[in-house]
């Protein structure tokens, strides 16, 4: 484990987490931990990589070297493959802040990010996920579709059930109260977010901001 930038939290402590999650994702983790340190409120930054054996944390460690920003980087590889949603889980216990965001280490978190979100999770206690749309991009990074992959403003086990099916806001947009971690069994599974998507309509609500804050990477290998 590798530490960079600010020594330690602001006082009150880290507003929230910014996870970077890889997997032989070395050719696109640069911007993605670019978009984590562009963001605009000071945040526990924690980049794992689990376990690729691609050399994907020596593709960052140079932009890190240079950075003397408010964040404060945790550089780190899992010990073995644990797959997405053990890696998570993992993260959850090593992450200090009330509020976890994700970012897949394919995907660029725009500027404004975290600030946004945080403002609706404090204007609206009863929420427990807050996600966003995105703008979904090639490999290259060139817009495929703007602010796309929406639901309703306002999503609770009334929407879900009415709807007859389940529907999730994006995992790569996704923050959440770490309560969602916390108060319930490890995540299992290949994917995240449909879990964290119910957990957080049974605790109170799920928002989501028709802003797009996430660059959403589409390529063969998405899960």
Same mark, same amino acid.
């Given at each position: 484990?590798?530490?960079?930038?600010?020594?330690?939290?602001?006082?009150?402590?880290?507003?929230?987490?910014?996870?970077?999650?890889?997997?032989?994702?070395? +050719?696109?983790?640069?911007?993605?931990?670019?978009?984590?340190?562009?963001?605009? $409120?000071?945040?526990?930054?924690?980049?794992?990589?689990?376990?690729?054996?691609?050399?994907?944390?020596?593709?960052?460690?140079?932009?890190?070297?240079?950075?003397?920003?408010?964040?404060?980087?945790?550089?780190?590889?899992?010990?073995?493959?644990?797959?997405?949603?053990?890696?998570?889980?993992?993260?959850?216990?090593?992450?200090?802040?009330?509020?976890?965001?994700?970012?897949?280490?394919?995907?660029?978190?725009?500027?404004?990010?975290?600030?946004?979100?945080?403002?609706?999770?404090?204007?609206?206690?009863?929420?427990? $996920?807050?996600?966003?749309?995105? +703008?979904?991009?090639?490999?290259?990074?060139?817009?495929?579709?703007?602010?796309?992959?929406?639901?309703?403003?306002?999503?609770?086990?009334?929407?879900?059930?009415?709807?007859?099916?389940?529907?999730?806001?994006?995992?790569?947009?996704?923050?959440?109260?770490?309560?969602?971690?916390?108060?319930?069994?490890?995540?299992?599974?290949?994917?995240? +977010?449909?879990?964290?998507?119910?957990?957080?309509?049974?605790?109170?609500?799920?928002?989501?901001?028709?802003?797009?804050? $996430?660059?959403?990477?589409?390529?063969?290998?998405?899960?």
């Amino acid at each position: 484990t590798e530490y960079y930038g600010a020594s330690g939290p602001p006082e009150g402590g880290w507003p929230a987490t910014f996870l970077v999650i890889a997997f032989r994702m070395r +050719d696109t983790l640069p911007q993605a931990v670019a978009g984590a340190l562009a963001q605009t $409120v000071p945040c526990e930054i924690i980049v794992s990589d689990d376990s690729s054996g691609d050399g994907a944390l020596d593709a960052v460690r140079p932009l890190l070297s240079e950075y003397h920003g408010p964040h404060r980087v945790i550089l780190r590889s899992t010990a073995r493959n644990l797959g997405l949603c053990a890696h998570m889980a993992e993260l959850a216990g090593i992450a200090s802040a009330p509020i976890l965001f994700s970012s897949a280490g394919d995907d660029v978190s725009k500027p404004e990010r975290v600030a946004c979100v945080l403002d609706e999770f404090a204007t609206q206690p009863q929420a427990f $996920v807050v996600g966003s749309s995105v +703008d979904d991009i090639d490999a290259a990074g060139r817009v495929i579709a703007p602010a796309t992959r929406g639901l309703p403003r306002q999503v609770d086990q009334d929407w879900l059930l009415a709807r007859g099916r389940m529907a999730t806001i994006l995992g790569a947009s996704m923050a959440v109260r770490r309560e969602l971690f916390d108060g319930f069994p490890a995540l299992s599974g290949r994917a995240e +977010d449909n879990m964290l998507m119910l957990r957080g309509a049974l605790m109170g609500e799920c928002r989501w901001l028709g802003l797009p804050l $996430v660059r959403y990477r589409r390529h063969g290998s998405n899960l």
